[in-house]
């Protein structure tokens, strides 16, 4: 595969959130607004390309038997290192993504790429494999942070965009979208979405469906 | 992925050359980024104050806050006596950095004069939260006696839940409410109980009720003999005023 | 007493880490086909979770937090930035300690929890106890009823979850929908029912 592949894959067939299912917290928890969304978006994939390039050239030296821990360090590593950035230049913003910041720790997106492709391919690759992955991420954090704040607050990025009653317009806000259950919605219509314009995402069915008809014959 | 022979000495060696790695990078970031952090922590108070003292507004430029707080008469005073406190410096005085949760002996506390009258006055509180200390810039107007804004500096509530106690519009209902009615009782409150006349109470939030009774708590336990309202009375006797 | 039962019932229910705050969502997903997995995943979470915050509370009284290491002659020290890799570190240690331990004394315990426990160290609900737990400044009694508390109530929402992924299994759904799109749905619908207990706090 060249390249590019590995940075287009991961945006809408290979997507971490959607079809690996992985790094959900804070796709959910943060989502409110597009601000802190996208700048916890640029966290993730720094760190992702951050790990992912290091466990790759460490490939050949990490011992098996402490590999996780010493992954584990790299990241948190990083993560200390983007928590200080973010507190010493987007106080605000910070404060907003609380203690989301530190559990990008265990956004499995990171070690599961660490361990499902960095450890098996060279530096370049793997940083092509984390900016892809990261933009598959953004993608889906940043679409649904749109959604929320437009229906919910009718603004993005904090500038109005819809009209509020409240100041004469005609759009009612959404008060559901400000929830963080919201999320767990928008994401599921975009799974049912994605797997019905791409039929090969769908899950096989454990069991036979039990059709109604079917009920009133059997009984 | 390592397949080849791992002896003990290798797998120390590895592991400690990461330690190392990392424990560089964190230091180095650290190093460089505190004194931002720290600088960035001061104008952010600065703010607050000003912001209470109705000077500047939540997005003013730093400098803007800078030179408006300079502006402001700092002056440390003693709770127990209310005098004011002669030798320090009310602008960089820090009465919040020991933490703790007992009433220091001495806060600062900033006055705004126009043309040599005194317009409002702006009262550093803090209190346990839900979860946290709130700290938050009490300011009254002139009357000593009449809410001119409330603050909230910082906070460690809930996300979503009881950080809407920093909410304008929820802060927006402080302002004209009234401290003590005319036989001097502290009847001021945060809540919803609807024999306290309108004037001397703001609602509490609905679905963050604990933080904002909190909030109501702390003012009041400020605001009373042990905090306040010795140094109010000895500030108004100075700036030549009947309470 | 009362405020340890009201912080561990808190913990559970109206802070509950899975479905207020959304931690934990990968595992939570992912192995919440049966309810008897779940029950399994459950329990790992609540022994893990009441090991590790308190032992974090701990560590971070007496060396990490601003002023801690006063003890040892020197309150000027400010380590608090090294807390995430220290918290995680102490999770893994505990996670595979456990293992080990449980291997030893247990081995039928440690053959129905053996798979989820390694999940573990990479389970936000864990780490966000921590942190939850040192943003509030808990005391170390308050520490392990917050743990028992929050880890008690992520086992209780996956059990429910799974019981109502079990019982859609046999629904038609549009075929898009099937699977990982409706478990989203529900859990959204879960986690709405959850918000619904907000009012209990006081």
Redesign the interface.
Known sequence: MSLVRYVTEPLVSENPI?VQ?????SA??VS?SMEPALIMAVSVISVLVFSNLMVSL?????????????E???I??????V???L???A?GISE?L??FV??I????II?GRAEAFA??HGPLESVADALGNGFGYAIILIGVAAIRELLGAGTLFDHPVLPLVEAGGWFRTNHMML???????L???L??????LL?RQ??V???P???AGYRETSS | ??TGE?SAG??ML??VG??LF??A??TV??HL??P??AA??AV?RNRAIVEAAGLASADASDDTVVSDFLSLDAEVIELGTGAVVEGVDGYSFDHWAAGGDTVPPEVPIYLRHESGRLVRVVLPVDGRGMWSTIHAYLALEADLNTVAAFVVYEHGET??IGDRIQNPQWLSLWPGKRLRNAGGDLIFDVSDDPSVPAEYRVDTITGATVSSRAVGRLVRAWLGEDGYARALTALARREGMTP | MRQLFDIALTAMLVENLA????????TY??VSKRVETAIGLGIAVIAVQTLTVPLNNAIDQLLLAPGALGWAGLPELDLS?????TF??VI?ATVQILDVVLDRYAPALQQSLGIYLPLL????A???GT??MV?RSYTFTESVAYGLGSGTGWAVAIVLFAALRERT?????????????????I???L??GF?GLAGVAS
């Open positions: 959607t299912i992985l790094g959900l917290c959910l928890a409110r460490l490939r050949h030296v990490l011992p098996n038997s402490i590999r996780l821990i010493l584990v360090t790299l948190a590593s990083a993560v200390i290192v928590d200080e950035t507190k010493a230049y106080p907003v609380s203690v530190g559990l720790i265990t956004n499995c070690l450890l098996r929830y963080a259950p919201s999320a767990f919605f994401i599921g219509f799974i049912w979405a994605i797997r019905s039929p769908a899950e069915r454990e069991y469906p039990v059709r | 992925m390592n791992e290798r797998t590895v592991a990461v330690a990392c424990s990078m964190v970031a650290v980024l505190r931002v952090q960035y922590a952010e996300p979503g | 479905l207020v705050f959304l931690l934990g969502m990968c997903l992912a930035f090294m807390r995430l890799v995680i570190g893994a160290t990479v389970n936000c864990i780490l966000g942190l939850f943003q299994r046999h629904c038609d759904v549009p075929a898009g929908l099937e699977g990982l799109g409706l478990a989203f749905i859990a959204g619908l986690a709405f918000a």
